[in-house]
């Protein structure tokens, strides 16, 4: 009983170490599309601060109030197709994280059912006669619970993608919402 002790001992540390290098890609993952996130806020941002207070000088500018309302409209159009763009580099950044995430998760699950699988199967040549029952249903319940991640991870990804077309189609209603006013005000001239 002694070697099956060991075996199991030695298989949780294996499995400990696996689990602590996962967590460590994940982390790692997630930091690199937070700092990507921060670093097209921190752009964003400046460059908003920057045309807003060119504009602002602009309209302080202005000869008439006329003058000063042309400007002001003729900022819509360009504002919604940098809001459609920041749209845009958001949804890829959160696209490529999710991907890096979902593949490295995927890997490690692979990784942890083939350690566990093999830590099965080297019980079952340790395993006492009459313990067959057992062992098939440990193997049940990993093939289980393998199914189960397979079918998480499907219902995260459908999610996901619905997530997106959402975020496009948001996108695409804003920029068209802004681009039609312009159009009708232009033929109305």
Known sequence: MIPAVNQFSQATKTSMEVQLH???DLAEKTLQGVSELIELNMATAKASFEETSAVVHQILGAADAQEAIHLVQAQAQPSAE???????HLAAIATRTQGEIAKTTQERV???ARHVNGLIDDLTKTAPAGSEAIVSAMKAGVANSNAAYEQFVKVSQTAFDNF???LHQAGNQFTAGTTKPAKAKKSAA
């Open 110 to 112: 692979a990784e942890t």
């Open 164 to 166: 997106q077309e959402q």
């Open 82 to 88: 940098k809001a459609a763009s920041y749209g845009r």
């Open 22 to 24: 996962a967590m460590t």
